[in-house]
Nanobody, 115 residues
Framework: QVQLVESGGGLVQPGGSLRLSCVAS????????MTWYRQALGKERELVAR???????MYADSVKGRFTISRDNAKNTAYLQMNNLKPEDTAVYYC?????????WGQGTQVTVSL
């Protein structure tokens, strides 16, 4: 059974940090491109960060220099380290795994940045 399970979300003050985790099961994790997306209330889902099988990464301009995506293939886990969080980072964060025609999503984890 394919699963992506996100965790690590929560309420944090502006300037704070959170680390999201995405644990995968039921497929060969190392083959997949892993991406974090987010969706704020009333807005479209947007790409936050992506990590390829080679380890190369890409980021949305809005998070460059603040967020870091990584992966541990031995643990079947992708991470998103989020530093210097801003209120505009408030959203549900989703983990996505893609390999050719295979496309899997997690259930999402809420991140709220507020005083």
């Amino acid at each position: 059974q394919v699963q992506l399970v996100e965790s690590g979300g929560g309420l944090v003050q502006p300037g704070g940090s959170l680390r999201l985790s995405c644990v995968a099961s039921g497929f060969t994790f190392s083959r997949f491109v892993m991406t974090w997306y987010r969706q704020a209330l009333g807005k479209e889902r947007e790409l936050v960060a992506r990590i390829f099988r080679t380890g190369s990464t890409m980021y949305a301009d809005s998070v460059k220099g603040r967020f870091t995506i990584s992966r541990d293939n031995a643990k079947n886990t992708a991470y998103l380290q989020m530093n210097n969080l801003k209120p505009e980072d408030t959203a549900v964060y989703y983990c996505n795994a893609v390999f050719v025609s295979y496309d899997y999503w997690g259930q999402g984890t809420q991140v709220t940045v507020s005083l």
